[in-house]
Nanobody
Framework: QVQLVESGGGLVQAGGSLRLSCAASDSISNMEHMAWYRQAPGKRREPVAAITRTNAYTYANSVKGRFTISKDNAKNTMWLQMNSLKPEDTAVYFC?????????WGQGTQVTVSS
């Protein structure tokens, strides 16, 4: 079973940047896709960005032009570069990987953006 561990969250002022990392315990080269989700207090978990095995990517409209998803199979790591952060980006951010019809989730990392 693949384990995913997020890191890089923290407190940042509006307009600032953070880079989240998602480290996998096993190879990510066989993942059909990997994704970042977030969940704000009292809200449902929502997708933020996703990247496929062939590096095709998609973004939620709310983060387009500000966030960039990337991965390195050799390092078994996925990242989310977040720029121009807004208070509404405050949430727990989770990474997810899908392999052989199984979804694997990390434990989440808190991102707080102050105004």
């Amino acid at each position: 079973q693949v384990q995913l561990v997020e890191s890089g969250g923290g407190l940042v002022q509006a307009g600032g940047s953070l880079r989240l990392s998602c480290a996998a315990s096993d190879s990510i080269s066989n993942m059909e896709h990997m994704a970042w989700y977030r969940q704000a207090p009292g809200k449902r978990r929502e997708p933020v960005a996703a990247i496929t095995r062939t590096n095709a990517y998609t973004y939620a409209n709310s983060v387009k032009g500000r966030f960039t998803i990337s991965k390195d199979n050799a390092k078994n790591t996925m990242w989310l570069q977040m720029n121009s952060l807004k208070p509404e980006d405050t949430a727990v951010y989770f990474c997810k990987g899908r392999q052989s019809n199984n979804d694997y989730w990390g434990q989440g990392t808190q991102v707080t953006v102050s105004s």
